[in-house]
């Protein structure tokens, strides 16, 4: 994981930012000749920022843009690069339509805010591009009968580093924002896909789908169930932000799996489960022991140990089974939260994948893969 610089951290411009950026220079200089550099857009919440072009192409009937992604301090995966604009004049009342360049994804599957088949630019992009068109037609009293294709060189290999092929999205990066600006370390990103991975796995049927807090867990439940990749969701350390979309957009079936520490903190009522939002009380995990039958030297040591882990291997080492009362405590939090929406387990992974507690509502064996 990318480390949190210290001090106060740069802002960055989103990928929808960028395409509308070059799209605005790449029509004004088809409209006028020449191309504004920088060249300076609107975003919806009203700041003003400018971008350097790198790319100016034109010729008969179209003409290309082009600006460098700057994340500011966010690990964007899409930091540094190229994000392209053509724009060919369209056919007479054809309005303004959307194409999918090199380097950017087509979706394929239902559940998206857009639907199969159309490229990888989402409503919101769409409509600050459309604003600048439309300014620019008015200014030069053009038609808005324009063609918009946005490629980002390179982008087949970095959409390997997101969620779009679980999403449904082939052949490229998705182009993405709201407000057109990039909070660095910002949460939203990740709980947004989180969301995305629901809507996806309730329009194309799933009636089981679990949430991972690593790749270990992940692995693991996907072995468990066998589950294709559509029925996955990215949890993270974002149990919070799955189980609250999944109470108003329910799945009949939910898993969580994850490793002891991670879980301990849901058993302990913590919707985010990252080491810098949420810490293991030890005290409380301590009278947990005792519950669970560990005397009052073991419930001494676990209150004084370093670490969940180290807690778990006392208690294993003690032949008192706390992972099964972890994990029930967890899925009794994660019931609260869903509040009846969908049926809950909890799976607890150790640190190569075996399940050591499972604990659930519902029946979830009946999605175990029949042995041959």
């Known amino acids: 994981m990318t480390r949190k610089p210290d001090g106060p951290l740069r802002k960055g411009w989103t990928t929808g930012a960028c395409a509308t950026a070059a799209t605005r220079a790449a029509w004004q200089a088809l409209?006028?000749?020449?191309?504004?550099?920088?060249?300076?857009?609107?975003?919806?919440?009203?700041?003003?920022?400018?971008?350097?072009?790198?790319?100016?192409?034109?010729?008969?009937?179209?003409?290309?843009?082009?600006?460098?992604?700057?994340?500011?301090?966010?690990?964007?995966?899409?930091?540094?690069?190229?994000?392209?604009?053509?724009?060919?004049?369209?056919?007479?009342?054809?309005?303004?339509?959307?194409?999918?360049?090199?380097?950017?994804?087509?979706?394929?599957?239902?559940?998206?805010?857009?639907?199969?088949?159309?490229?990888?630019?989402?409503?919101?992009?769409?409509?600050?591009?459309?604003?600048?068109?439309?300014?620019?037609?008015?200014?030069?009293?053009?038609?808005?009968?324009?063609?918009?294709?946005?490629?980002?060189?390179?982008?087949?290999?970095?959409?390997?580093?997101?969620?779009?092929?679980?999403?449904?999205?082939?052949?490229?990066?998705?182009?993405?924002?709201?407000?057109?600006?990039?909070?660095?370390?910002?949460?939203?990103?990740?709980?947004?896909?989180?969301?995305?991975?629901?809507?996806?796995?309730?329009?194309?049927?799933?009636?089981?789908?679990?949430?991972?807090?690593?790749?270990?867990?992940?692995?693991?439940?996907?072995?468990?169930?066998?589950?294709?990749?559509?029925?996955?969701?990215?949890?993270?350390?974002?149990?919070?932000?799955?189980?609250?979309?999944?109470?108003k957009n329910p799945v009949p079936y939910v898993s969580i799996a994850g490793g002891f520490a991670k879980l301990v903190k849901l058993a302990q009522g913590h919707l985010d489960l990252h080491s810098s939002r949420s810490q293991v009380d030890f005290d409380r995990l301590a009278q947990t022991v005792a519950s669970c039958g560990g005397d009052e030297a073991l419930q001494d040591q676990c209150r004084r140990a370093n670490t969940a882990k180290q807690v778990l291997e006392l208690c294993q080492e003690s032949d008192v089974n706390i992972a099964s009362t972890i994990a029930r405590q967890a899925c009794e939090s994660a019931r609260a939260t869903l509040d009846g929406a969908a049926a809950v387990e909890i799976v607890i992974t150790n640190r190569d994948g075996t399940i050591i507690a499972r604990h659930g509502i519902g029946d979830f064996d009946q999605f175990r893969p029949v042995a041959s």
């Open 31 to 247: 409209l006028s000749g020449d191309f504004p550099n920088p060249v300076t857009i609107t975003l919806p919440r009203g700041e003003t920022p400018s971008f350097k072009l790198i790319r100016a192409e034109k010729g008969d009937g179209w003409a290309r843009a082009s600006v460098i992604k700057d994340a500011g301090d966010d690990p964007d995966v899409t930091h540094g690069a190229e994000i392209i604009s053509t724009v060919r004049i369209g056919a007479p009342k054809s309005g303004i339509t959307f194409h999918a360049g090199d380097g950017v994804g087509t979706i394929t599957k239902p559940g998206l805010p857009l639907p199969p088949g159309e490229p990888a630019i989402n409503p919101k992009p769409r409509e600050m591009m459309i604003g600048q068109i439309t300014e620019l037609c008015d200014q030069f009293g053009a038609k808005a009968d324009v063609e918009i294709e946005i490629s980002i060189p390179g982008g087949v290999e970095i959409a390997k580093k997101t969620w779009n092929g679980r999403l449904g999205i082939v052949g490229g990066l998705s182009v993405l924002g709201t407000t057109g600006i990039v909070i660095p370390f910002s949460c939203s990103a990740w709980i947004h896909s989180i969301h995305r991975g629901i809507d996806v796995a309730r329009a194309t049927g799933r009636n089981h789908v679990a949430g991972a807090t690593g790749k270990t867990s992940e692995a693991a439940i996907r072995a468990f169930y066998g589950l294709p990749e559509e029925a996955i969701l990215d949890m993270g350390d974002f149990v919070g932000g799955m189980l609250k979309y999944l109470r």
